[in-house]
């Protein structure tokens, strides 16, 4: 079982910056890909980046340059340091922790942290 804990979400500018971490409490935490969701308003769940226990990262096109994913496997905690950010980020932002193992997975989410980009 992993519980997470997201935190950093607020209320931001345009052009502002915020970073968002989540913690985890299990401790074979480099074992697994964490990940950053958003969903905004009416609007479906979509990955906003990834990064696996090798530090190999993706994003979603609509973040690259703007969003880095990290993770201090030491700390049990993967951030998201999000920058010029934009309205259209508006969203409830979810952490995710995956991992496959023979004959099935592991996934869990955490409760979310919403995050507004409004003048």
């Known amino acids: 079982q992993v519980q997470l804990v997201e935190s950093g979400g607020g209320l931001v500018q345009p052009g502002g910056s915020l970073r968002l971490s989540c913690a985890a409490s299990n401790s074979r935490f480099s074992l697994y890909a964490m990940a950053w969701y958003r969903q905004a308003p009416g609007k479906q769940r979509e990955l906003v980046a990834r990064?696996?226990?090798?530090?190999?990262?993706d994003y979603a096109d609509s973040v690259k340059g703007r969003f880095t994913i990290s993770r201090d496997n030491a700390k049990n905690t993967v951030y998201l340091q999000m920058n010029s950010l934009k309205p259209e980020d508006t969203a409830v932002y979810s952490c995710?922790?995956?991992?496959?193992?023979?004959?099935?997975?592991?996934?869990?989410w955490g409760q979310g942290t919403q995050v507004t980009v409004s003048s």
């Open positions: 990064i696996t226990g090798g530090y190999i990262t």
């Open positions: 995710n922790a995956y991992r496959a193992v023979s004959g099935g997975s592991f996934d869990y």
